[in-house]
């Protein structure tokens, strides 16, 4: 069998010579999500649940898993396989930790040999295999290599949103400013997708260029005149004020000049909660929808604004479905410590949600952000808590640290997002300039949810 050669390190296969009737190796794999995922896209159905993949994508899972044992332990480096039989007996999960055995039951003649492989599992045995090789006469070393970790992007937590809201009433939404390119595109998409009833505020000569540039027209689209962009954000949101529209949408102004109507004390859309904003994070290797706040409204937030800020993005989670978010309360560390004002805001929002000052979620921190998304870097120190590794909402210290993680999260780890901001009248769907547009179909499938659900 391969064995340590050249070097601790170092696997050396088996040989014409070496390989004897009766030789056995083991191998332990636990099954990755990712698996499946890879197996599943080569089948067409990439977003399918591991249970509602095509049979054959299974089947590759356990495939690849007998030619990894053949590759990594018997008969190892150096054979070639001629022929392989492979029987299913049993479906592979995510998760579960497979004992694969290996043993040499014949020798056909001096070049070749027969290997059977077994995947055992915690249920049974998963697959039977009988392997056939074409041995080399000399020994064939190489060291192994870590196993890389393969991600497809799937867009699979925010493709969900969509579909949820496909089924719900159309949103009605006054788009301040949608000048250029994509932050038009993106309503007309909803629009024609049934999903949207925009209004579009902005100067109708300009609209109209962009519209034609792009190749859509505007002919079905109700637009409201407006001739500069702090026009258009009070335009839009006057529409929202009247009830004219469900919710407010930015276009291609600053996120400051919408907002700053957004808020005004005469003519805003304030209500008696602090408005925040929410990034909901598609991150391809994150199990489930991560929400991030707050990252855009907030500056420095105080216990007081964290609140709202916390029960805002609970609220719209149980909104979205999500009956019980796990909140995890970030800072640098996961101690208590005075001088870091962060982790003493945490604890006292934990404890305020076991007053029912805080309703309808878990809380937990002071977290460092490796503890509150994985549960190996929560068990190595020793954190035992409900929300460390699986956290749906991160709550950031201030903007400056939401920002950074959100966008982090984007360019670094291949996320894509929605955003939403909360506590207002109305959902308001703003997004960054630089979004495409299939993100900002997202945050528009989120506000949508939102209002069918009565969340605001």
Same mark, same amino acid.
């Given at each position: 069998?391969?064995? &340590? ?5 170092? #696997? ?5 010579? @070496? ?22 896209? %080569? ?63 014949? +020798? ?5 040999? %027969? ?10 045995? #998963? ?31 925010? =493709? ?25 595109? &993106?309503?007309?998409?909803?629009? +024609? ?10 100067? +109708?000569? !300009? %609209?109209?260029?962009?519209? @034609? ?37 930015? $276009? ?45 409204? =907030? ?5 007081? /604004? ?10 719209? #989670? ?24 962060? /982790?003493?805001? *945490? ?7 076991? +007053? ?14 490796? =503890? *509150? ?35 982090? !999260? @984007? ?7 929605? $955003? ?11 997004? @960054? ?12 499938? #989120?506000?949508?949810? !939102? ?6």
């Amino acid at each position: 069998m391969a064995e &340590a050669a050249n070097g601790a390190d170092a #696997l050396t296969g088996l040989t014409q010579e @070496s390989a004897r009737v009766g030789l056995t190796g083991t191998l332990r794999h636990t099954i990755k999500p990712q698996g499946f995922d890879l197996a599943a896209a %080569l089948f067409g159905a990439p977003d399918e649940a591991f249970d509602q993949m095509p049979t054959q994508a299974h089947t590759l899972v356990l495939q690849g898993l007998v030619l990894e044992f053949t590759a990594r332990c018997l008969p190892g480096p150096g054979s070639v396989i001629i022929a392989q039989d492979l029987r299913v007996l049993g479906q592979p999960v995510p998760g579960e930790e497979l004992e694969i055995v290996g043993t040499v039951t014949a +020798r056909p003649d001096t070049e070749t040999a %027969l290997i059977a492989v077994d995947l055992r599992g915690p249920r049974g045995t #998963l697959a039977e295999a009988a392997v056939t090789f074409r041995l080399p006469a000399d020994p064939v070393s190489r060291s192994p290599q870590a196993r890389p970790d393969i991600q497809l992007h799937l867009h699979r937590h925010l =493709n969900r949103l969509m579909a949820r809201a496909a089924g719900m009433p159309a949103l009605t939404a006054a788009v301040a400013w949608p000048c250029d390119r994509d932050s038009l595109l &993106a309503p007309l998409e909803a629009a +024609r997708s049934g999903a949207l009833r925009p209004i579009l505020v902005g100067p +109708r000569a !300009l %609209l109209e260029a962009t519209a @034609s540039a792009a190749g859509v027209t505007l002919a079905d689209c109700e637009v409201v005149e407006a001739e500069t962009p702090v026009a258009a954000a009070a335009a839009a949101v006057r529409l929202c004020r009247e009830g004219r529209a469900a919710s407010l949408m930015k $276009g291609s102004l600053h996120t400051d000049e919408l907002m700053a109507a957004a808020v005004a004390r005469d003519g805003g859309l304030r209500t008696g909660r602090r408005i925040s904003h929410v990034f909901a994070m598609d991150v391809p290797s994150y199990s489930k929808p991560l929400f991030i706040t707050d990252a855009a409204i =907030n500056i420095a937030p105080d216990l007081k /604004t964290k609140v709202d800020i916390v029960q805002n993005a609970v609220d719209m #989670l149980r909104a979205s479905g999500i009956a019980t978010p796990k909140v995890a309360i970030l800072s640098a560390v996961e101690t208590v410590n005075p001088q870091i004002p962060s /982790t003493l805001d *945490a604890a006292a929002l934990c404890k305020m949600a076991d +007053r029912g000052q805080i309703t309808g979620a878990i809380l937990d921190g002071p977290l460092a952000f490796d =503890n *509150a998304i994985s549960r190996a870097a929560a068990t190595i120190k020793k954190i035992v808590s409900p929300v460390a590794g699986d956290a749906d909402i991160l709550l950031a210290p201030d903007l400056e640290s939401g920002n950074m993680i959100a966008k982090q !999260l @984007s360019y670094l780890a291949g996320a894509d997002s929605a $955003g939403i901001v909360l506590g207002a009248r109305v959902p308001i769907i703003l997004t @960054s300039r630089a979004d495409s547009v299939q993100s900002r179909l997202a945050s528009i499938a #989120l506000a949508q949810i !939102l209002v069918a659900g009565g969340a605001g």
